[in-house]
């Protein structure tokens, strides 16, 4: 099962995305997902968390901007960004706690990540 995001785009400082993240080959099986992004640097941070029981967490950069939510029918995890900043600039990459973990583990807020997508590029400007 692969994770595919989509949704990235460019935008000026004050607009919105709304990125999506589905499984390709299957169904995700998971106690958490979530979202992290690569930026400036390239350090990973974790943005953004939801676990089974619908909890969400937030990183403190994006509490109040940020929105994590999920269609269960469609098996679609979301991410909508309001009020974006330029500093919210980075790759995007949805992420589950489900896998073997070849790659490590990417503590994603409060979701201990063990497999990702390929991201998807946000520029804001």
């Known amino acids: 099962v692969q994770l595919v995001e989509s949704g990235g785009g460019a935008v000026q400082a004050g607009g919105t995305l709304t990125l999506s993240c589905t499984a390709s080959g299957g169904t995700v099986s998971s106690d958490c997902m979530g979202w992290f992004r690569r930026g400036i640097g390239n350090a990973r941070q974790g943005v953004a968390s939801?676990?089974?029981?619908?909890?969400?967490s937030y990183a403190d950069s994006v509490k109040g901007r940020f929105t994590i939510s999920q269609d269960s029918a469609k098996n679609t995890l979301y991410l909508q960004m309001n009020e974006l900043k330029p500093e919210d600039t980075g790759m995007y990459y949805c992420a589950s706690d489900a896998g073997r973990g070849e790659r490590g583990i990417v503590m994603v807020v409060t979701c201990p990540a063990r497999s990702w997508g390929q991201g998807t590029q946000v520029t804001v400007s």
């Open positions: 939801l676990d089974k029981l619908g909890t969400t």
